[in-house]
């Protein structure tokens, strides 16, 4: 992060104007986005795109927030979802492409919680803290007057029961029940 450090150093642009992300590649980048949060700046993490690399994400997030100053109030968790994931031989050889699935968002959540991370802190990753980064307070990731009703039901097992998105119904019991123009 060092092009972003000189930039905040030589300039007045606040650190919350910054949004790296991938940050869980290497544990440098990890250290380097702590060093960004002390000075109230954000950093992103990519939800994995495999079980075992959710579960290696789950456990370096919780290394993270063990860290001095660190809380999910700073830290977002994104997907490249349905984006193209490219898929590599024991060489190393690209050997075609796929896709990374959103679904390793909540299974995240799930790890996180699993692993003690309270629920209420482990969904700001994807709610209240993108919704202060975007200007959206108020508006997205809360329960409030005014705001989207875009609600998130889940079950003892933190499955996801039903979903309401801008107040209409569009999950419920676990069934689909509001479908998009080409469903």
């Not at 440098?28 to 702590?34: D, K, N, T, V």
């Not at 990731?141 to 039903?162: K, Q, S």
Request: hydrophobic fraction near 40%; proline fraction near 4%.
């Amino acid at each position: 992060l060092d092009p972003l450090f000189y930039a905040l150093d030589h300039s007045d642009v606040p650190a919350k104007n910054f949004l790296p992300t991938h940050m869980l590649r290497t544990r440098e980048l990890m250290e380097e986005g702590a060093k960004l949060i002390r000075r109230g700046g954000y950093f992103d993490m990519t939800a994995g795109s495999t079980d075992e690399d959710m579960e290696i994400g789950a456990e370096q997030i919780m290394e993270i927030l063990s860290w001095e100053g660190m809380s999910t109030d700073h830290l977002t968790m994104s997907s490249d979802a349905f984006g193209s994931q490219p898929k590599f031989n024991e060489n190393g050889d690209c050997i075609g492409l796929t896709y990374c699935s959103p679904k390793y968002l909540h299974l995240t959540i799930k790890s996180l919680v699993r692993r003690g991370l309270p629920l209420e802190e482990a969904i700001k990753l994807l709610t209240s803290t993108p919704a202060e980064l975007l200007g959206k307070t108020g508006v997205k990731g809360c329960v409030a007057v005014g705001a989207d009703a875009d609600l998130l039901v889940l079950d003892e097992n933190l499955d996801i029961d039903a979903l309401f998105a801008k107040g209409q119904v569009a999950l419920l019991d676990k069934e689909i029940v509001l479908k998009g123009r080409f469903e």
